[in-house]
Every structure is written in C-alpha cells, then in structure tokens.
C-alpha cells in the first residue's frame, strides 16, 4: 500500500515577520504550501501569525465564502468499554466501572427519537474501539444482546436509527476493516476517523497512545484509504497538545492532504484541541493555547486548500472560538440540541442561538448543513438505500421546515 511518508518531528525558530511574509507571498502565487513552509509557519506567533491567518481566511473565503455551517446532531455512545488506553481519553471506562455499558436497543432508539423530535437530522454514533477483542464483558454484553461484535451491533443499530427516525448515522466506531466499512456504508451517510497524528513516536512508552494498538497511524491511514477506495464520505482530523511537536501536526496534515488527493473523499479536517482532565493519564500536561490553535488552524488551511471544510470545536475553547474564523475555519461541526458531548462531557455544546450570535460577530453567515457535506450528495459517494432519507432532509432544509 502507497501510504505518505511518514516524516520525524524536528525543530524550526520561530520566524520573523519579514521571513514569513515572504513564504506568504510564495504560497499565495503558487496557490500551495510546502511541508518546509508550513514547518515554518506553524511558529509564527505576534503580528506574524495574524499575517498567517490573514492569508488562510482569505483561502476560506475563497472556498466558502462567508457561510460557516453547523450539524444538528444526537449523540449516541454505543459503548464506552474501549481495547485502547489513550492518556488523554476520559469516556472509555473499564469493565466493572459503575458506568461502563453498552447501550440497549431501546436506549439507543430512545435518544435519537428526542433527536428527530427537536430537529436533530444526524445520529452521530461514537463508541469504543472493538472492546469484545480485549474485555470478556464486552463479549458478555454482546452475547446477551445477541451480535457476534460491536460492529454487527453498531450496524443494526445504525439500520434502526435510519430506517425508523430517518436520522442519518454518521459512524465513528475507531479502526474498521474493508469489508466492515463495506457493510457500514449501506447504513450511513457517512464515517469519521481523526488521524490525530501520523507520528509513531506517540506510540512509545510514556507517550499519548502507549497501548493503544488501534492508534497505530499506519492502522489509521490504511482505514482511511479504505474509505477513499469504498467511496465514503470521510472526516477525519488531528488533535494537538498529545506531546506532538508542530512539525509533527504539520506531516499529519500533510498525510490528510495526500489521501484527499487521490481519492477526494475528505469531506472535512477537525482541528481538536487537548483539554485537561482530572480523571486521564495526562492530567497535569499543559494545554495547547489559543496562538497554538490559530497557528494550526491556519497552517491546516493552507495545507489542505480552499475548498476543504475546516472545522474546530467550540464547546473546547467557549470563550474564544469566534477567532478560529479569522485563521480559516468554516466549520463548527456537529451540535446538539439535546445530548452532551460524551468526549469532553465538562464541556457544553453552545446554544444554537450563541452560536449564531458568535458567527455573525465574526462577520459570517451560519447554516445548517448534513452530517454528509452538499458536494457528496451524489450516487457515487451515498448508497442508495441511504439516499431516499438524505433527500427528505434536504427537502426539508430547502422548504425552511
Ligand atoms: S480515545 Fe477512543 S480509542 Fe482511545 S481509549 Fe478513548 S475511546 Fe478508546
């Protein structure tokens, strides 16, 4: 498999604002970045990074114009028992934990009806990574709900949320296989997997994804070329502040860029920002800041291009994230009207007129879009039985219901 060169963390001086002016210059003529100038610019800080994310806004604006979207969305935690043990990761619980479970059929039913009846249009299903192949409990669990593995589970599930809310499923059950994906895809609008990083160093003891095999970023780039060869609408994403350097960031960008390129199936990049807990391995590790933020934000723009859907969470920065727009986000990602985010549940999603309140601060229209992003919306990228509940939304959408 042709996977992207996986390039090791080094370090670059922060670079003055003369220096960065110029490889701006460069990039805006040539309309593309180089691995050696985004090592660059991912430094810039003061004055030099706001001429950073002056040029990436413009790109957005290129792209997007001044339209920044948002997902209506249930979130529905399949299982929160995990094979994986990342430092940073507070929603998978060990067997015996008093909240460690697999959802039932009815609970699962139950929260994407509240969902359709206050207007949600996505299921987004987030869960463990195969946790029957490590816990006995999981297997316990599946046994009793009678599915032979989470993902068979996950795919029944997904068929009932679609087939009696019309919600439409967007799966992020960790490392799928080909032929999993295969099945997955004639539920689903679509399916996520954040790369995170492309740095195997992260691996290593100590680090952030010690004992995690799923985070293997092979692992992960290989389900990502998957999805491109099964025609999945696919979003994926990096996380910061995880004991990466910036370089780092930067080559997983780069890895993004180049799978969207041969198989145009990146619907949109999240830029996710570390949060301290006081529950996870990495309790006392600092987080990134508000530059470090800007700086890969507007690097990612610049890396990925105009046309790619960008997006940063706000409920993980809830007093700053209007300035995420200025470095060349369009995008808010999914928010809901009704459930927490199980991920960061300390954080609360803003309220949907907050959010509109804070787009339009920044100068920005919101809109609502689909869990599948509009150029998707075509027989190449949605199964057909997916199709009939997509058009509805959107005859809903365009009829202002
Ligand atoms: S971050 Fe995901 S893969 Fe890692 S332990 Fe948590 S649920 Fe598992």
Redo the contacts with the bound molecule.
């Keep these: 498999m042709n996977l992207p060169t996986i390039v090791h963390h080094r370090t670059v001086p922060a670079p003055n604002r003369d220096a960065v002016r110029r490889v701006l210059e460069q990039v805006e003529a040539r309309g593309s970045i180089t691995r050696e100038e985004a090592y660059l610019l991912i430094h810039a800080r003061g004055t030099a990074l706001v001429q950073v994310m002056a040029l990436a806004a413009a790109w957005r604006d290129r792209g997007h114009g001044r339209v920044v979207s948002y997902s209506r969305n249930v979130f529905i935690p399949l299982t929160n028992l995990?094979r994986?043990?990342?430092a940073?990761?507070t929603?998978?619980k060990p067997p015996g934990h008093p909240e460690a479970r697999y959802l039932t059929p009815d609970q699962v039913l139950a929260i994407a009806r509240h969902g359709a009846a206050h207007g949600c249009r996505e299921a987004l299903f987030s869960l463990?990574?195969r946790p029957e192949a490590l816990h006995r409990a999981a297997r316990e669990w599946l046994r009793r709900l009678g599915y032979p593995s989470t993902v068979a589970y996950l795919e029944a599930m997904a068929r009932r949320v679609l087939e009696e809310t019309g919600l439409l499923p967007h799966l992020n059950p960790?490392v799928l296989t080909y032929e999993e994906m295969a099945r997955l895809r004639g539920v689903a609008a679509s399916m996520g997997l954040m790369l995170e990083n492309v740095s195997p160093r992260l691996m290593e003891p100590g680090q952030a994804h010690h004992g995690?095999p799923?985070?293997d970023p092979r692992v992960r780039l290989r389900m990502m070329e998957d999805a491109g060869r099964l025609r999945i609408p696919f979003t994926t994403g990096i996380l910061i502040g995880i004991g990466e350097t910036p370089e780092e960031r930067v080559d997983s960008l780069f890895a993004i860029a180049d799978l969207h390129a041969r198989y145009g199936h990146i619907q949109e990049v999240i830029v996710q920002n570390f949060r301290a807990k006081p529950d996870i391995r990495f309790r006392d590790r600092p987080e990134p800041s508000l530059w470090d933020m800007l700086a890969t934000l507007a690097v990612a723009r610049l890396v990925l291009g105009p046309e790619m859907n960008l997006q940063a969470p706000p409920n993980l920065a809830p007093d700053a994230y209007g300035v995420y727009l200025l470095a060349g986000a369009n995008d808010w990602g999914g928010v809901s009207p009704v459930t927490v985010d199980h991920i960061n549940p300390e954080a609360p999603w803003p309220k949907l007129e907050e959010l509109r309140r804070v787009t339009e601060e920044a100068g920005f229209v919101l809109q609502e879009r689909l869990a599948v992003y509009p150029r998707y919306l075509t027989g190449e990228w949605l199964d057909p039985r997916v199709w009939p509940y997509v058009q509805s939304h959107l005859l809903e959408m365009g009829s202002g219901e």
Excluded: H, N, R
């Design positions: 995990c994986d043990k990342c940073y990761c929603f998978a463990g990574d960790g995690c799923d985070k």
